[in-house]
């Protein structure tokens, strides 16, 4: 089975829909490509993030007042009906064309939604999480030296991640591993500082700029930019004042 085979199948393998043959290929696919499997660990991840709530955007205050006000008015209006059942079809007529609009303002104002930068944010956290609880995941070739760690991605991405050691500024270089994030296969380089350990995510970038944002989510803290034709994602339990002084190593060594 080959990688984009797999992750066609990803989806539904996590919605267990697969027949018991094609999920065994599945599974010794993933046994095999770390991508693959990494793909459907971030998978897990988000569906995770969904089902308690965190990607979650919850309508204003003030349209909760609205429905509420407006299934008032109605069961009013309605109370010298006799027949209980017929009483309450206006009411829910009107409950659901207020959700209608509801759903439709939710869709058409992107603040109200998770946009899909929070979505990445999350993913990036939870990968990060993840690599701190499972050693083993940590690094897939482990070295200090850049000459090392870049040549291990030759071939296994369609594109050459910048690898850079910051051992002298504090900031030394542990590795680096293939990670699945954002719909496709990016370079993970893990870096520590102290006690505390640094993820860098790198693949290419659909367009640059130079503005650098920073974040925070569950505890820790996130900077992402584009440079030089790349997008670079960094996180770490680091304060963000250290965060920030790896990110301006990374973009003078660019």
């Not at 199948?9 to 018991?20: K, N």
């Not at 200090?144 to 910048?162: M, N, R």
Request: proline share 4%.
């Amino acid at each position: 089975m080959s990688c984009q085979t797999a992750q066609e199948f990803i989806h539904a393998y996590v919605d267990g829909e697969l027949d018991l043959a094609r999920s065994l290929e599945v599974e010794q696919h993933m046994q095999e490509c770390q991508v693959c499997a990494t793909a459907y660990q971030n998978q897990l991840a988000l569906r995770s993030a969904i089902k308690d709530g965190s990607l979650y955007r919850y309508s204003p205050p003030k349209l909760e007042k609205r429905i509420r006000a407006s299934l008032r008015r109605e069961a009013k209006s309605e109370d010298g009906h006799r027949s209980f059942g017929w009483r309450w079809v206006p009411i829910g007529v009107a409950l659901a064309f207020v959700l209608v609009t509801a759903f439709v303002i939710w869709l058409a104002v992107p603040g109200l939604r998770g946009s899909g930068d929070e979505i990445l944010t999350q993913e990036i956290v939870s990968n990060h999480v993840r690599s701190l609880q499972l050693e083993s995941h940590r690094a897939d070739v482990i070295s200090s030296d850049q000459h090392t760690v870049k040549p291990w991605f030759d071939g296994k991405l369609d594109f050459a991640p910048p690898v850079r050691d910051f051992a002298s500024q504090g900031f030394p270089l542990l590795g680096g591993r293939l990670e699945y994030l954002n719909n496709r296969a990016v370079a993970a380089l893990i870096y520590q500082r102290q006690k505390h350990f640094i993820n860098l995510y790198i693949w290419p970038a659909e367009q640059n700029s130079s503005t650098e944002i920073a974040t925070k989510r569950q505890g820790y803290n996130l900077l992402h930019w584009t440079s030089s034709g790349m997008t670079y994602w960094t996180v770490s339990d680091l304060n963000g004042v250290e965060l920030q002084e790896f990110a301006q190593l990374v973009q003078k060594a660019q």
